[in-house]
């Protein structure tokens, strides 16, 4: 395989023939990198990301607090845990201002079902690798 970037430039220039403001790709450059406009668009993908994850974990503490942590968790099989997350599911299409639900609590109510949905994993795994049966 060639790895002098020969091939990316033919790619790259061809792109840049049909495209003249193709600013994206570097064809001065041996290696394929990616351009810095992208890198930070995946960089501020990332940190969405984390914050999403953030609050999922939050949210797992409060309930953790408020339930009793696993060993609360581990007296519910599966079928509860999906019973609690239409529960959540429900409470969020009746909040409702104006004709349609406000995002920031339909993403409340998203991040308690996410939250739900990893309670029950965690649960469900703990049971597997014990051997334990629901």
């Known amino acids: 395989m060639d790895s002098s970037g020969?091939?990316?430039?033919?790619?790259?220039?061809?792109?840049?023939?049909?495209?003249?403001?193709?600013?994206?790709?570097?064809?001065?450059?041996?290696?394929?990198?990616?351009?810095?406009?992208?890198?930070?668009?995946?960089?501020a993908?990332?940190?969405?990301?984390?914050?999403?994850?953030?609050?999922?974990?939050d949210e797992r503490t409060r309930q953790n607090a408020q339930w009793g942590g696993p060993a609360h968790d581990d007296r519910h099989i599966a079928s509860d845990f999906l019973g609690y997350?239409?529960?959540?599911?429900?409470?969020?299409?009746?909040?409702?201002?104006?004709?349609?639900?406000?995002?920031?609590m339909v993403r409340s109510r998203l991040v308690k079902i996410a939250a739900l949905a990893v309670a029950a994993i965690e649960a469900i795994d703990r049971r597997a690798s014990t051997g334990e049966k629901a």
């Open 85 to 104: 997350i239409q529960k959540q599911q429900v409470l969020g299409t009746l909040e409702r201002v104006d004709e349609y639900p406000a995002e920031s």
């Open 6 to 43: 020969a091939v990316w430039r033919i790619l790259g220039g061809w792109s840049c023939m049909t495209n003249p403001t193709n600013s994206i790709l570097d064809l001065t450059k041996n290696v394929v990198e990616l351009h810095p406009r992208i890198v930070a668009a995946l960089a």
């Open 45 to 57: 993908e990332d940190a969405l990301a984390g914050k999403v994850f953030a609050d999922i974990r």
